[in-house]
């Protein structure tokens, strides 16, 4: 983790190429390290708060280390008319933490987002890209399941 | 570049091109509130404190970035305008936390000088989690505390364009939004040295000058 710039490449990158490479630091460590914004920062030429801003300020990426499979659940209007609160509370019994929080065996990190485009579908979630709809509290289990 | 005319609150006046209506309205001694607007920084129109009413506009419009164009007609302290800053303000303190009352600092704060100045009375709205951080003092010549800050960005805009040290940046997104330095961390000698431009430039004392609170809680007790 020290040394984050050998596995990504920051040489020739420019400004414009920050979100790029935020994105692979994400899929790569599964959130952003401290070391990967310093040698970024440096490698663009930009303030290291100016990075860490922009690495806090997207859903999709995490400056703090996230579990295996991240659950996504919608808390906008439509899935909240469609009960999205009990797959919120399903979810959270099931595997024993609330939003905002990774399992200790680091299978699942619980967020709560908004408007994942599912409305047709909803209450949804998303679990890593997959997008889960028609969602109730019983289908939960069987879902989480397949990802171990 | 010529002259142009436009109105404030019935007085024509004339006025050279490009100018902002809050530019304007100092000039012929109208007074318009701001918060995050200093003279030497770029306008970012965040506070939504200096809005006017301008004839015709669909919205009220900030006046530290609205530029003036020929035949406006602006009023400064329509009952619309004081209604919707009165809010603006109340809105505002619903993010600033902590009463100021036992605070020495809080003569300092523009906020609650500009609710005493709108009458602004018991809060209205309420938060179920107010926004809380721990003041930070272990920098010798910037005080840091985030709980009473309201995010106007007039420290990132003085850390970057009067002192060009960029050390200062918003963090995070909506409610957790925060202003950090490095990567979320302690306001520490070794990150933000003695210029204090943005101590100075803060409206509400979220950033402040130790040396002149510790003046002024001698002159207290």
Redesign the interface.
Known sequence: MERASQDISLSDKKREDLLMLLKSAQAEYRHIP?AF??DTAKALGL????V??VA????FLS?EPLGKHVIRICQNLPCYLKNSRMIIDSVKKKIGIIPGETTPDGRFSLELVSCIGACDVAPAMLVNHDVHGNLTPQRISEILNTYD | MGNITVTINGTEISVPDPMTILEAATQNNIDIPTLCHQPDLTPNGVCRICVVEVEGARTLVAACHTPLTDGMVIHTRSPKVLSVRKTIVELLLTAHTGTCVNDVNAANCALHKLASDLEVGEPRFHVQKPRFYAPEESNPYVTRDLSKCILCFKCVKACDEIAGKGVLSVGYRGFESKIITGCDDALTHDICKDCIVCADACPTGALSRPDLLDKKQKGAV
């Open positions: 401290r914004i310093v303030p290291e708060n100016q860490f801003g806090s300020f997207y859903a400056v």
